[in-house]
């Protein structure tokens, strides 16, 4: 019974911390753009004018947090004429889902003791978590495909073709950087992969796994930003070419949870980043006693568990914010690949590099054994 | 897996194949053959055979059907009715019933289910799907993968854009390959006036 009862939970706090941080990252994306661009961005609506009164400068949270949501799903749920109606609703559902679901086996902690109670900080346990992730992502490209071509309206179906050519291209990419790190940790388990990204190399520096796959850091992190079809990569939405590609035809509460499926994704990138390469809930020295600092005194610092537990949850989500800011900033500042660019760096870049990045790793795990 | 979960899939798996015959617009036939693939990838899953299931999520769903609905799009191919293909319909007839034969004498040949052994939860994993892969089958994944990479050399080798001044010396020299026997209209004009 309390198993059930803590796994509930766990499943209802990683889905609403999902959900509410893709729209903390909306806000984020208005004021990181506005002050790239030199503007204000988002500053108007206020509850009763309270921060007014209080002195307080708008930094357009209630805009972003409330009044967005309020107005996008009291809007007009318009069908276009001759559109599929039951595609038409589901393609959004059907994109968002496969996202939302990837964050169930995600680890964002260790394990917490409460009593007699051990609790593995992972929604879901599955030893092969990243087949899981690359399935969920196969799905996914659904949605769109589906959305663009049930409008009825060729702005969208370019936009669905498009959307759909660049994922399945770029989840090649995306597999072979999979494999380069499963390789490397010799494991499938996400939770596993944390694990053994703790400790320490030459006494100092922490073991996490960019040190030991930059190349493939950097190619998830292409293929993922590609995955999320963001600036320079967003050619499927392109708006000055096709309106605004596989969603054109859609408003309101549909075109909201579209947009909901864009940060999911980008939070996505960013957990998979900090998870493959940086440690994921990792604190750098920090061990399931305490803080076990180096150098030649090295000094040592007891915590308690729940301690120790909050210190990760806290790391793990810095990291994943921080990824999310970063690929915010990139889609601020880079233009856009043209279509035969996008698809050329694609097969011939990005791919080659992740066959020869894999063929690297497999030879030196067989000469020299897993180090990790 | 629990039986009732077992039936539900099944059901859904039927359901779904239902429409891919069934629906008129090719993207609906697609989708519940996507549909039913995904189900059979669950089915994998609940069976103990994990890797297998999201292989065939991966592929099939997320790779292959997506490829069909291309195709779908590239061909424009459009809702139609089924007027023209009676002569199919009786071939499909014939063979739906030989199918049904097939497996009826299967199902009466079959050991009964209380003999049925369980495969060892290790079966299924990805470490001794790969180490099977790699000895006991591995001339035949290894020719597998020769095989695939033809046919992709292939397909490059159909889709590919000649470039301007290779495609005007091919041209020229089929031009003068085909026009060699063929006589001119002078020619035939003499042969005609002697």
């Not at chain 1, 996490?208 to 990569?233: C, D, H, N, Y």
Request: with cysteine; hydrophobic share 55%; proline share 4%.
């Amino acid at each position: 019974m309390i198993d059930l009862v803590i796994g509930a939970l766990k499943a209802i706090v990683i889905v609403l911390l999902v959900l509410n941080l893709t729209g903390v990252l909306l806000w984020f994306e208005r004021k990181g753009s506005a002050l790239i661009q030199d503007r204000i961005g988002a500053n108007r609506a206020a509850v009763f004018g309270v921060g007014r009164r209080l002195g307080l400068p708008n930094l357009g949270l209630v805009n972003t947090l409330m009044a967005d949501p309020l107005k996008l799903f009291t809007k007009q749920d318009f069908v276009p004429e001759g559109a599929d109606h039951f595609l038409h609703g589901l393609a959004p559902f059907l994109a968002l889902f496969p996202i939302l679901i990837t964050f169930a086996v995600v680890p964002i902690g260790d394990v917490l003791e409460i009593g007699s109670q051990t609790i593995n900080l992972q929604a879901a346990h599955l030893d092969v978590a990243a087949l899981y992730l690359l399935a969920a992502l196969g799905i996914s490209v659904y949605g769109l495909a589906l959305g663009g071509w049930a409008s009825n309206n060729r702005w969208s179906l370019l936009g669905g073709i498009r959307a759909t050519a660049q994922m399945i291209s770029y989840e090649l990419a995306l597999g072979l950087a999979f494999l380069s790190v499963i390789v490397t940790y010799g494991t499938l388990d996400l939770q596993q992969i944390c694990r053994i990204q703790g400790g320490v190399w030459f006494g100092w520096l922490p073991r996490w796994g960019i040190l030991m796959q930059p190349v493939s850091f950097l190619l998830l992190l292409t293929a993922g930003m590609a995955e999320s079809k963001r600036v320079p990569f967003d050619v499927p939405e392109a708006e000055s070419e096709l309106v605004a590609g596989y969603f054109t035809e859609y408003s309101g509460g549909k075109q909201a949870v579209f947009m909901m499926t864009d940060f999911a994704e980008v939070l996505l990138v960013a957990v998979l980043l900090t998870l493959f390469f940086f440690g994921g809930w990792q604190v750098p020295w920090l061990y399931r006693d305490g803080f076990h600092f180096p150098g030649p005194h090295g000094a040592f610092f007891r915590l308690p568990n729940y301690a120790i537990a909050i210190l990760q949850i806290v790391s793990f989500w810095v990291k994943t914010i921080f990824f999310c800011a970063f690929q915010i900033l990139v889609r601020w500042t880079l233009p856009r690949f043209r279509y035969d660019q996008l698809m050329q760096f694609g097969w011939k870049g990005l791919v080659p590099v992740g066959l020869l990045n894999l063929m690297a790793t497999a030879l030196v795990v067989v000469l020299f054994g897993a180090r990790y | 897996m629990p039986m009732w979960l077992f039936f539900f899939l099944a059901a859904l798996a039927v359901i779904a194949a239902l429409g891919v015959i069934l629906q008129r617009n090719p993207v609906h036939c697609l989708l519940g053959l996507a549909v039913n693939l995904l189900d059979m990838g669950v089915v994998f899953i609940g069976l103990g055979a994990v890797t297998v299931g999201f292989l065939q999520i991966i592929i099939y769903v997320g790779a292959i059907m997506v490829l069909f609905l291309f195709v779908i799009w590239l061909l424009n191919l459009q809702a139609e009715g089924l007027s023209g293909y009676l002569g199919l319909k009786f071939f499909g007839a014939i063979g739906a019933a030989a199918l049904a034969a097939e497996l009826a004498v299967i199902f009466l040949h079959a050991a009964p289910i209380s003999r049925l052994v369980a495969a060892p939860a290790t079966q299924g994993s990805i470490a001794s799907l790969g180490r099977s892969l790699f000895s006991d089958y591995l001339i035949a994944f290894e020719v597998t993968s020769v095989l695939l990479l033809a046919a992709v050399v292939g397909a490059i080798g159909l889709a590919r854009r000649i470039p301007s001044s290779v495609a005007a010396d091919r041209d020229e020299q089929m031009r003068t390959s085909i026009s060699a026997p063929v006589t001119t209209d002078s020619e035939r004009r003499e042969r005609r006036s002697a």
